[in-house]
């Protein structure tokens, strides 16, 4: 059975950074692409971000681009998401996700990102 | 980038009813659509993939159609556990993008 557990977020000033961590489990991490997609407070789903099993290809929404970083440890069967220069507008629930027929297949839980001085 | 409209934004039904929610595409999509239900609280599930295929496990009254610009989820009789809000997404050039989202509610 695929899991997804997602971890790291918490409240954060303007301008502070947040790593994120989905750590995976039931199928073959290591050739799995993954995705990031946020839920902003009374919001619809966004997609935020992607990457291939063998990292050589990422790609972000365009709020997401020169300040989120995807990335993965295939050893660790987990994947990232380094957010700096956060902004109150990043407030939300962050979902991991793996692909599947190039659309987002099985979803972890989420865990809160809250932006607030 | 393909944006998507989706539409109607919300609705009210009751059990039994059929139920279809529409996204339009700005481009034509090469039928890398699918459908989600979401619940609060919980994991988004995904109910249909490249336009028609019913996810495995996923229960037969739904049922997505369409293709190129305007697709469609169909929920044949809608169920008390059908209450949820319901999103298309579509990939194109490895940009993925949401439609806004149907409240679908009781009646």
């Known amino acids: 059975e695929v899991q997804l557990v997602e971890s790291g977020g918490g409240l954060v000033q303007p301008g502070g950074s947040l790593r994120l961590s989905c750590a995976a489990s039931g199928f073959t991490f290591s050739v799995t692409w993954m995705h990031w997609v946020r839920q902003e407070p009374g919001k619809g789903l966004v997609w935020v971000s992607f990457i291939t099993g063998d990292e050589t290809l990422t790609n972000y929404a365009d709020f997401a681009k020169g300040r989120f970083t995807i990335s993965r440890d295939n050893a660790k069967n987990t994947v990232y998401l380094q957010m700096n220069s956060l902004r109150a507008e990043d407030t939300g629930v962050y979902y991991c996700?793996?692909?599947?027929?190039?659309?987002?297949?099985?979803w972890g839980r989420g865990t809160l990102v809250t932006v607030s001085s | 980038d393909i944006q998507m409209t989706q539409s109607p934004s919300s609705l009210s039904a009751s059990v039994g009813d059929r139920v279809t929610i529409t996204c339009r595409a700005s481009q034509a999509n090469r039928n890398y659509l699918g459908w989600y239900q979401h619940k609060p609280g919980k994991a988004p599930k995904r109910l249909i993939y490249a336009a028609s295929r019913l996810q495995s496990g996923v229960p037969s009254r739904f049922s997505g159609g369409g293709s190129g610009t305007e697709f469609t989820l169909t929920i044949s009789s809608l169920q008390p556990e059908d209450f949820a809000t319901y999103y298309c997404?579509?990939?194109?050039?490895?940009?993925?993008?949401f439609g806004q989202g149907t409240k679908v509610e009781n009646k």
């Open positions: 996700a793996t692909d599947k027929e190039w659309l987002p297949d099985s």
């Open positions: 997404i579509q990939h194109d050039n490895y940009v993925w993008t």
